[in-house]
């Protein structure tokens, strides 16, 4: 409860969701110790999992509690209050990209496999983590190159999949084709139409576990022909993002050829220019990081501007004029920069600015060479120790080597000797 107080305060436009597998998991806990603990829990696993209509839900739960006795009990009855944080038939209708009610929470834990255990210490978990990241962003530049450079073969005539096909990353576009895929269970019937809007009801097959079939369940879908708006009541799209099968065999009935780019999420394209990515980062290489040292030095110019602006409400409309303005420009076309050439750029004989190394300034508390150092911290300074007094004995060798070769080439000069080969 706190935690949702709290999110409430914070986080105004976001929505708090509870985990169901957790919840889930306490069945056994909760009523385990009922008699009909075993049909109590299989109603409740399908009103859970199954229902697709939120009256059904509400009705087989209150049925359910009524039936075998269990009215009283105030697990059921919590849950029932909070049924909206949990249950996937009212959660389905907001935007969460995807992300399962019911999956266990793995995405930290792919992040660092393989680089952090249960015995890794702090020092090695910061080396570590540096090292997941950039195993991290090689993979994303991997998964981008192969978007640009590769796609997945079409799998059917449909004009839309090719257009998709175009504008998704292949990972995307593996979970459209999909739901092409699954168009071959669906069944379409005209149910009425009222002006430009017309309702259709298709039938899917809903499979369980193990691609088992279970049941046969009907959608609703409406479609606007003129406005070129349509939804569907299983909220594919409003909960992932991704057109259903459903609303594709809405499109291949009518013949639709290209589907409108607000069907087509941004963040699911490939051409999309993700803002994380001018980040600098210690494995950019120098060469091809221009664009993001670029875009770096922009936004602290940005900032002092933004500054100056923010003192005034004067300042803040004209500076704001003026930023329209350029942008307006470079949207256009080059020959307003060509036409504008900065101060900056013609002052090119100015005289460098030199600065000077601090002083240096003793830090607070206990000095670096009376620091405590851990066991493997003195095991790594008395290997380097080793390494240097090593290198050093080597060194001193070839200089008496040399010196010797030297003494030799002069005492045979003095003796009037000549060599005619460059072997002392």
Same mark, same amino acid.
Not at 24 to 45: F, Q, R
């Given at each position: 409860?706190?935690?949702?107080?709290?999110?409430?305060?914070?986080?105004?436009?976001?929505?708090?969701?509870?985990?169901?597998?957790?919840?889930?998991?306490?069945?056994?806990?909760?009523?385990?110790?009922?008699?009909?603990?075993?049909?109590?829990?299989?109603?409740?696993?399908?009103?859970?999992?199954?229902?697709?209509?939120?009256?059904?839900?509400?009705?087989?739960?209150?049925?359910?509690?009524?039936?075998?006795?269990?009215?009283?009990?105030?697990?059921?009855?919590?849950?029932?209050?909070?049924?909206?944080?949990?249950?996937?038939?009212?959660?389905?209708?907001?935007?969460?990209?995807?992300?399962?009610?019911?999956?266990?929470?793995?995405?930290?834990?792919?992040?660092?496999?393989?680089?952090?255990?249960?015995?890794?210490?702090?020092?090695?978990?910061?080396?570590? %983590?540096?090292?997941?990241?950039?195993?991290?962003?090689?993979?994303?530049?991997?998964?981008?190159?192969?978007?640009?450079?590769?796609?997945?073969?079409?799998?059917?005539?449909?004009?839309?999949?090719?257009?998709?096909?175009?504008? %998704?990353?292949?990972?995307?576009?593996?979970?459209?084709?999909?739901?092409?895929?699954?168009?071959?269970?669906?069944?379409?019937?005209?149910?009425?139409?009222?002006?430009?809007?017309?309702?259709?009801?298709?039938?899917?097959?809903?499979?369980?576990?193990?691609?088992?079939?279970?049941?046969?369940?009907?959608?609703?879908?409406?479609?606007?022909?003129?406005?070129?708006?349509?939804?569907?009541?299983?909220?594919?799209?409003?909960?992932?993002?991704?057109?259903?099968?459903?609303?594709?065999?809405?499109?291949?009935?009518?013949?639709?050829?290209?589907?409108?780019?607000?069907?087509?999420?941004?963040?699911?394209?490939?051409?999309?220019?993700?803002?994380?990515?001018?980040?600098?980062?210690?494995?950019?290489?120098?060469?091809?990081?221009?664009?993001?040292?670029?875009?770096?030095?922009?936004?602290?110019?940005?900032?002092?501007?933004?500054?100056?602006?923010?003192?005034?409400?004067?300042?803040?409309?004209?500076?704001?004029?003026?930023?329209?303005?350029?942008?307006?420009?470079?949207?256009?076309?080059?020959?307003?920069?060509?036409?504008?050439?900065?101060?900056?750029?013609?002052?090119?004989?100015?005289?460098?600015?030199?600065?000077?190394?601090?002083?240096?300034?003793?830090?607070?508390?206990?000095?670096?060479?009376?620091?405590?150092?851990?066991?493997?911290?003195?095991?790594?300074?008395?290997?380097?120790?080793?390494?240097?007094?090593?290198?050093?004995?080597?060194?001193?060798?070839?200089?008496?080597?040399?010196?010797?070769?030297?003494?030799?080439?002069?005492?045979?000069?003095?003796?009037?000797?000549?060599?005619?080969?460059?072997?002392?």
């Amino acid at each position: 409860m706190a935690i949702q107080g709290a999110v409430r305060l914070v986080f105004l436009n976001s929505h708090h969701r509870l985990y169901l597998w957790h919840i889930m998991k306490k069945v056994p806990e909760k009523l385990g110790g009922l008699n009909e603990y075993k049909a109590i829990k299989k109603i409740l696993k399908r009103i859970t999992y199954e229902v697709v209509d939120i009256h059904d839900f509400e009705d087989t739960y209150l049925k359910m509690m009524a039936e075998f006795n269990i009215d009283k009990n105030e697990w059921l009855n919590s849950l029932f209050k909070i049924r909206d944080r949990w249950a996937p038939i009212y959660v389905k209708g907001i935007f969460w990209v995807g992300m399962s009610a019911t999956q266990r929470s793995e995405s930290v834990n792919a992040f660092f496999d393989g680089y952090v255990g249960p015995t890794t210490s702090l020092k090695q978990f910061v080396e570590q %983590y540096d090292n997941a990241l950039k195993s991290k962003i090689e993979k994303e530049n991997k998964a981008d190159f192969a978007s640009f450079n590769s796609c997945f073969p079409l799998i059917t005539d449909c004009y839309f999949e090719k257009q998709l096909q175009e504008a %998704y990353t292949n990972e995307i576009f593996k979970l459209f084709q999909d739901e092409l895929r699954g168009m071959i269970y669906c069944n379409l019937t005209l149910n009425g139409s009222h002006g430009a809007v017309c309702s259709i009801q298709v039938s899917d097959i809903v499979k369980g576990k193990e691609c088992v079939l279970r049941k046969q369940v009907v959608y609703n879908v409406y479609y606007n022909e003129e406005e070129f708006d349509i939804k569907c009541s299983c909220q594919l799209f409003e909960f992932k993002g991704i057109i259903c099968r459903l609303i594709c065999k809405v499109f291949l009935e009518k013949n639709v050829k290209d589907i409108p780019s607000r069907y087509i999420l941004s963040r699911w394209r490939k051409n999309i220019k993700r803002m994380h990515t001018y980040v600098l980062n210690c494995y950019d290489d120098p060469q091809t990081s221009e664009e993001k040292q670029r875009y770096n030095k922009l936004c602290s110019h940005f900032t002092k501007a933004a500054e100056f602006g923010a003192e005034s409400n004067d300042k803040y409309i004209f500076l704001m004029k003026c930023v329209d303005e350029v942008i307006e420009k470079l949207m256009g076309n080059t020959t307003c920069m060509e036409k504008f050439t900065p101060m900056s750029l013609e002052a090119t004989d100015a005289p460098h600015q030199n600065f000077l190394t601090p002083l240096k300034v003793r830090s607070k508390g206990r000095p670096p060479s009376k620091r405590k150092k851990s066991k493997v911290e003195e095991i790594i300074i008395r290997n380097k120790k080793k390494k240097a007094q090593t290198k050093g004995h080597v060194a001193q060798d070839d200089h008496c080597t040399q010196e010797s070769v030297v003494n030799l080439n002069s005492i045979s000069i003095n003796l009037g000797f000549t060599s005619q080969c460059n072997d002392p």
